[in-house]
């Protein structure tokens, strides 16, 4: 059972190489310009492909400005390299953490004056509003600007999921309720780890979730 779900996962999740721009928003690109995200682009010696910026067929950086966003739905592996994001000029009321789950690299978030930093600021480093947005600067880790517990160290871990997302997951050889149950634990999903981190992480999480994690959004 485990491995078949490994492999789908690795199927469906490791195709990270990448050189279209897959922004299935529709944007006004004729009222663009003085892109964020374009000068960091060519300061890192990247491409821009459409509203993306590629590095080596990874996407570093994505312009959603004038895209006509009211509900965001970015969450995606394909986007999780993601270095640098603007999501100015949209129509959306509120950024919740929970739609930035997997942008573990994001260090640059751009929003319209009037959203907050998601997580607020032990998520980020740097928050401020001035010249008409908000900037959401050098992610913190919530695990480590918290200070959170998940009880005994050789029990439980916490793990980083995202801006202002962070997970207890259990170690192996323990699970159920705060990870105080000893027993077997699937190893090949921390061992596969080296390989493809970020399926794992779904994995190990869908997999620890039947089994009482407990999860902190701030
Ligand atoms: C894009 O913006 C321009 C300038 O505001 C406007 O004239 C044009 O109609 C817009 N195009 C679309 C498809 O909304
Ligand atoms: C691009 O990525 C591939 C695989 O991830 C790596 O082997 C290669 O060295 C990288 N090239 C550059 C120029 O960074
Ligand atoms: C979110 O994006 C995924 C992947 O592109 C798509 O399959 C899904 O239908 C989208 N969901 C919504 C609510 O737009
Ligand atoms: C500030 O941002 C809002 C929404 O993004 C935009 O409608 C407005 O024109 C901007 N104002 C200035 C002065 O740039
Ligand atoms: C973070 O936010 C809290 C509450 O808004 C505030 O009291 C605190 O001073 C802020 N800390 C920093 C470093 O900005
Ligand atoms: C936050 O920024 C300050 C000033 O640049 C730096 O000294 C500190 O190490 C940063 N903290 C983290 C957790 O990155
Ligand atoms: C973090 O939490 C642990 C256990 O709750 C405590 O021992 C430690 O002193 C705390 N560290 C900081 C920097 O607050």
Redesign the pocket.
């Known amino acids: 059972m485990i491995p078949l779900i490994l492999f789908l996962s690795l199927s469906v999740f490791c195709v990270s190489a990448q050189n279209d721009c897959?922004v299935?928003y529709t944007c006004n690109n004729t009222i663009l310009h003085e892109s964020e995200v374009e000068n960091y682009c060519k300061e890192h010696d990247s491409q821009m492909n459409g509203r993306c910026c590629i590095n080596n067929q990874t996407i570093i950086g994505i312009d959603l400005r004038f895209c006509e966003i009211t509900?965001l739905?970015i969450s995606?592996p394909v986007f999780s390299e993601v270095e640098i994001l603007d999501l100015r000029d949209n129509e959306y009321e509120k950024l919740t953490p929970e739609e930035l789950v997997n942008f573990l690299k994001l260090n640059y978030l751009y929003l319209p004056q009037h959203i907050p930093c998601p997580g607020g600021n032990s998520s980020w480093n740097f928050t401020s509003k001035d010249n008409n947005m908000t900037s959401c600067l050098d992610q913190l880790n919530p695990c480590e600007s918290l200070n959170i517990s998940c009880g005994e160290p050789d029990n439980a871990k916490c793990q980083h999921l995202g801006p202002g997302t962070a997970k207890c997951i259990c170690c192996p050889g323990h699970f159920g309720y705060k990870c105080l149950n000893d027993g077997e634990f699937p190893t090949t999903i921390f061992t596969s780890s080296v390989i493809c981190p970020t399926i794992v992480l779904s994995i190990a999480l869908w997999f620890i979730q039947g089994r009482d994690v407990y999860k902190f959004n701030i």
């Open positions: 897959p299935q509900q739905n995606q």
